[in-house]
């Protein structure tokens, strides 16, 4: 079978495409997408306040410009003495117990794209999380295509800040996403988001390219070997 697909010579054959979802698939879809994000605004007014939470997404909507990031090569940074990161979803669920309403970033888990996350305590206290994204829809910037991740919705809670949680954290969820056959290990940060950019910058991300469209909404760039090559993207 042949087919046009920009992303496969015009020669190429595969398997027949899966079928498209039929109507109730797609509903029940989008249903279920819709109530989580009324979960998530519901948290967010309770934790913040209306004003607050209004605030943050017309802060979000700023024209700001995001770097993309690549890991060229991984180094381990230095870890700060009572600092310990935990990978996966039990140690998240453990460590939310006794915390009333904390950010957004604890409470992605079966988001659509979320695959695995890494949690840090410092002595023992919750300090910070980071996500591995993954899949078509898993990234608000990308689209990810096969063995490509992005890292990110990482934040370390305002009390344990500066002091190496953010790196250490980058660095296991990049060692892991290696470990696990990634390819190209992605993350979008805000040009202004200084300290992110160092954190990252200090375990093996560079940046390789620009992105100009706001966080909540607009098309999803493909990136590919030559794109990275020649610090472009294109459109989806
Ligand atoms: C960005 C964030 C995760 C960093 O966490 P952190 O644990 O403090 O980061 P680290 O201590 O690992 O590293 C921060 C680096 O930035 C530096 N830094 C911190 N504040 C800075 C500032 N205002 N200006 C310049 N550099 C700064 C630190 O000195 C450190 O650099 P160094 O390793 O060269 O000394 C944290 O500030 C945060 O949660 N912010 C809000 C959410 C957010 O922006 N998330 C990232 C989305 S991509």
């Known amino acids: 079978m042949t087919f046009k697909d920009p992303d496969f010579p015009a020669s190429t054959s595969r398997a027949p495409a899966l079928a498209a979802p039929d109507t109730l698939t ?12 009324s979960a998530r605004l ?32 991984l180094t381990a940074p230095p870890c700060s003495p009572g600092l310990e990161v935990r990978h996966g979803l039990v140690a998240l669920r453990r460590l939310r117990k006794g915390h009333a309403l904390l950010p957004d970033e604890f409470y992605h888990d079966g988001r659509t794209g979320f695959r695995e996350c890494f949690t840090a305590t410092l002595d023992g206290e919750l300090a910070g999380i980071i996500w591995v994204r993954e899949g078509r829809q898993g990234s608000r910037w990308l689209e990810l295509g096969e063995r490509q991740v992005e890292i990110g919705c990482l934040l370390v809670l305002p009390t344990k800040r500066n002091r190496g949680v953010a790196r250490q954290l980058y660095w296991h969820a990049a060692a892991n996403s290696l470990r696990a ?56």
Request: charged share 25%.
């Open 181 to 236: 056959g990634a390819k190209d290990i992605l993350a979008v940060i805000a040009a202004d988001n200084v300290p992110s950019k160092r954190a990252a910058e200090a375990v093996g991300f560079r940046s390789v390219a620009s992105i100009r469209r706001p966080a909540l909404w607009g098309p999803r760039f493909s990136v590919c070997q030559q794109d990275l090559d020649a610090q472009n993207l294109k459109h989806s």
């Open 42 to 73: 519901i948290r967010r007014i309770r934790r913040d306040g209306l004003l607050n939470t209004v605030k943050t997404l017309l802060w979000l909507l700023r024209p700001v410009v995001w770097n993309l990031y690549r890991l060229e090569s």
């Open 26 to 37: 797609r509903f029940r879809l989008w249903f279920a997408e819709t109530m989580k994000l």
